[in-house]
């Protein structure tokens, strides 16, 4: 039987294990809890990385969810587009379009600025949505 992507996710984090799956988890359910009809799938799947980099999408790529040795990364795809009143990106800042926030082993998760900054991106996508939408009719 084929596995949602939901459940694909969830072998992810189960496959991590220790602090990096238990991170993965936590930075999932504050973006499900920010949108509730978000849409998770699982892309870029190959030989090195077979279970593919969890994504969180509305109308567009909302961010992404990369594991390294030593940190969780979490990628908005228009994050130099929303503002970041807590500061919470810390990587990729130099991007014209992306932002990232690294997360490493024993860090502190703010999750209502984290769901702040999904809201957003959120909002921004359907906001870029929106015309194309309207011209289909």
């Given at each position: ?28 359910e504050a973006i499900r ?89 959120v909002a ?14």
């Open positions: 039987m084929e596995q949602t992507q939901s459940e694909l996710i969830d072998a992810k984090i189960a496959g991590l294990g220790g602090w990096r799956g238990e991170m993965l988890a936590r930075l999932r809890q920010a949108d509730p009809e978000v849409v998770e799938t699982v892309k870029w799947r190959k030989a090195s990385n077979p279970l593919g980099v969890p994504v969180w999408e509305h109308d567009g790529i909302i961010c992404t969810g990369e594991t390294y040795k030593d940190k969780v990364k979490l990628t908005f795809a228009q994050g130099a587009a929303l503002d970041d009143p807590a500061g919470l990106f810390n990587s990729s800042l130099d991007g014209g379009t992306r932002r990232a926030i690294d997360f490493f082993e024993g860090a502190k998760v703010d999750a209502a600025a984290l769901k702040a900054l999904a809201r957003a991106a921004l996508n359907r906001a870029k949505a929106a015309p194309k939408k309207r011209a289909k009719g």
